[in-house]
């Protein structure tokens, strides 16, 4: 595993007496030694900091930063400042402890109503989690990124994305509910059109799109993404823990199965300068 990324904590969400069987699954995977949770793999958040493009002179807020991994490949880029908005207190902590205070701080918030001043940052970016919420959800995060964005700022996202832009509604129905159910979190992954259109709404212009296969829990990805040991002790974990084995068996399973409509996606979007 690259050294970019830190493993969980007894601090982490889903790491105190909490049932597998009930965790959101990015915390089982968390649990059982997992550091890379993005939909792309550690290959497309790479991808998205280098459309960012983030130097020097910006000023980053990064939603939902989870258990750090991408907040320490940004902070290498050495900007101005760095922002990170969590609103779980224990996952706060952890990314904290990436911090060197003063300018670097993370702040326990939602990325709908960050608190944050209007035009603050230059780069605003967040991975995994506009999937999770409801359409209105989504487009209240995507109009707090553009407020607190200044004009000609970036903002970056990492989701899920479902394929093609014509799949029907009653597949995508089974789709949202297949993983839901799997990964015990309301899960609503859009087409592309569709998230497209929800950043243009919000006043964005779309610069860049990438998209990468849903690969998260197949053996190729585990070791390119976590290394070679940390994925055999990865998987040692699974085997040897019963209620981890039936659900990480059951979302690879649902991505396998819908592997033609299911694909990660990155995105940067720009606040229009004038």
């Given at each position: 595993m690259p050294a970019i990324t830190n493993a969980p904590s007894a601090a982490q969400p889903g790491s105190a007496s909490r049932s597998l069987e009930n965790l959101p699954g990015h915390w089982v995977l968390a649990r059982m030694g997992k550091r890379?949770?993005?939909?792309?793999?550690?290959?497309?958040?790479?991808?998205?900091?280098?459309?960012l493009d983030i130097g020097p002179a910006d000023d980053v807020v990064e939603f939902a930063p989870g258990l750090g991994a991408t907040a320490r490949l940004a902070l290498a880029k050495k900007p101005a400042s760095y922002t990170a908005v969590e609103r779980d207190g224990a996952a706060a902590e952890t990314?904290?402890?990436?911090?060197?205070?003063?300018?670097?701080?993370?702040?326990?918030?939602?990325?709908?109503?960050?608190?944050?001043?209007?035009?603050?940052?230059?780069?605003?970016?967040?991975?995994a989690m506009l999937t999770m919420h409801a359409p209105a959800q989504k487009a209240a995060i995507a109009?707090?990124?553009?407020?607190?964005?200044r004009?000609?700022?970036?903002?970056?996202?990492?989701?899920?994305?479902?394929?093609?832009?014509?799949?029907?509604?009653?597949?995508?129905?089974?789709?949202?509910?297949?993983?839901?159910?799997?990964?015990?979190?309301?899960?609503?992954?859009?087409?592309?059109?569709?998230?497209?259109?929800?950043?243009?709404?919000?006043?964005?212009?779309?610069?860049?799109?990438?998209?990468?296969?849903?690969?998260l829990l197949e053996p190729r990805r585990l070791i390119q993404d976590e290394g070679f040991f940390r994925a055999l002790k990865f998987v040692f974990n699974v085997m040897r823990?019963?209620?981890?084995?039936?659900?990480?068996?059951?979302?690879?399973?649902?991505?396998?199965?819908?592997?033609g409509h299911l694909s990660a996606v990155m995105m940067v979007l720009e606040k229009p300068a004038g």
């Amino acid at each position: 595993m690259p050294a970019i990324t830190n493993a969980p904590s007894a601090a982490q969400p889903g790491s105190a007496s909490r049932s597998l069987e009930n965790l959101p699954g990015h915390w089982v995977l968390a649990r059982m030694g997992k550091r890379v949770l993005r939909p792309g793999g550690m290959g497309l958040t790479r991808r998205l900091l280098a459309a960012l493009d983030i130097g020097p002179a910006d000023d980053v807020v990064e939603f939902a930063p989870g258990l750090g991994a991408t907040a320490r490949l940004a902070l290498a880029k050495k900007p101005a400042s760095y922002t990170a908005v969590e609103r779980d207190g224990a996952a706060a902590e952890t990314v904290r402890r990436l911090l060197a205070g003063g300018v670097q701080r993370c702040i326990v918030g939602n990325a709908e109503a960050t608190g944050l001043p209007a035009a603050r940052a230059s780069v605003v970016y967040g991975e995994a989690m506009l999937t999770m919420h409801a359409p209105a959800q989504k487009a209240a995060i995507a109009r707090e990124a553009f407020r607190v964005l200044r004009p000609g700022g970036r903002y970056g996202i990492h989701e899920i994305a479902l394929t093609p832009d014509t799949v029907d509604e009653a597949t995508k129905r089974d789709i949202l509910q297949s993983l839901s159910h799997s990964i015990r979190v309301g899960a609503r992954p859009q087409t592309l059109a569709e998230w497209k259109a929800l950043f243009e709404n919000a006043g964005f212009r779309v610069k860049t799109i990438h998209t990468a296969p849903l690969h998260l829990l197949e053996p190729r990805r585990l070791i390119q993404d976590e290394g070679f040991f940390r994925a055999l002790k990865f998987v040692f974990n699974v085997m040897r823990t019963p209620e981890a084995r039936r659900r990480v068996r059951g979302m690879r399973g649902v991505f396998r199965k819908y592997a033609g409509h299911l694909s990660a996606v990155m995105m940067v979007l720009e606040k229009p300068a004038g």
